[in-house]
């Protein structure tokens, strides 16, 4: 069965700190990658996405996730954050060809900025 | 404005009592969703249904029912038989059932009385 794992629960950094959040799958087949995000108070919401091509995307408010086919991981990096970065943030994965259709998601990550 | 539209914000369950959760969308969307979200465990899937009349169970589905009569509708029944329903209830939908992009409802939140 597909699976994703966030390893980092809680990550807090400072202003202008860089970012990465790693994310693990496990699934033999081909697959579509996604980071959603969470703000407080707010819809969960789509903050970049992978499916094939350049393994480098780059997704809203400067998050950049790179797909390591070898590793099965996507990581989400940003250079320097902000304090608006402040969410809770999803990996998930979906088997591209198959006819389930279903959307596994990570157990997230909490990130907490200090103005 | 489209989108999806979730009821109530809060609801609240008495012991044995079934309790339903509304979620509507006018996207014209296909495919859609529930997921519950407990803090520390993130978002899992409970069902699912790609099409009218048609749905299937995801990794927790013990304890809930669905229906799918309309495009637009698709609610969740927390029976009896869920014995920890407290919980973040989210419902999502996508266009297609290859899941290019889930949207989601600002869902309800279920405690037990």
């Known amino acids: 069965a597909q699976s994703v794992s966030q390893h980092n629960h809680h990550v807090i950094l400072s202003e202008a700190a860089s970012l990465e959040l790693g994310c693990n799958y496990s699934?033999?087949?081909?697959?579509?990658l996604f980071w959603y995000v969470q703000y407080p108070g707010q819809h969960l919401q789509l903050l970049l996405k992978?499916?094939?091509?350049?393994?480098l995307v780059k997704g809203i408010k400067g998050f950049e996730a790179e797909f390591i086919k070898s590793k099965f991981s996507f990581n989400l990096r940003k250079p320097s954050v902000q304090w608006s970065d402040t969410a809770e943030y999803f990996c998930?994965?979906?088997?591209?060809?198959?006819?389930?259709?279903?959307?596994?998601f990570g157990s997230g990550t909490r990130l907490s900025i200090r103005p | 404005d489209g989108g999806i539209t979730q009821s109530p914000k809060y609801l609240f369950r008495k012991e044995g009592q079934n309790v339903t959760l509304s979620c509507e969308q006018n996207?014209?969307?296909?495919?859609m969703y529930w997921y519950r979200q407990d803090p520390g465990q993130g978002l899992r899937l409970i069902y699912y249904?790609?099409?009218?009349?048609?749905?299937q169970k995801g990794d927790i589905a013990e304890g809930y029912s669905v229906s799918r009569e309309k495009k637009e509708s698709f609610p969740l029944t927390v029976t009896s038989a869920q014995k920890n329903p407290t919980a973040f209830y989210l419902c999502?939908?996508?266009?297609?059932?290859?899941?290019?992009?889930?949207?989601f409802g600002s869902g309800t939140q279920l405690s037990v009385l």
């Open positions: 699934y033999g087949g081909t697959v579509n």
């Open positions: 999502a939908s996508s266009l297609r059932g290859n899941l290019e992009k889930l949207f």
């Open positions: 998930a994965v979906t088997p591209r060809y198959s006819s389930a259709s279903k959307i596994i």
């Open positions: 996207l014209n969307h296909d495919a």
């Open positions: 992978y499916f094939s091509g350049d393994p």
């Open positions: 249904s790609q099409i009218v009349n048609d749905f």
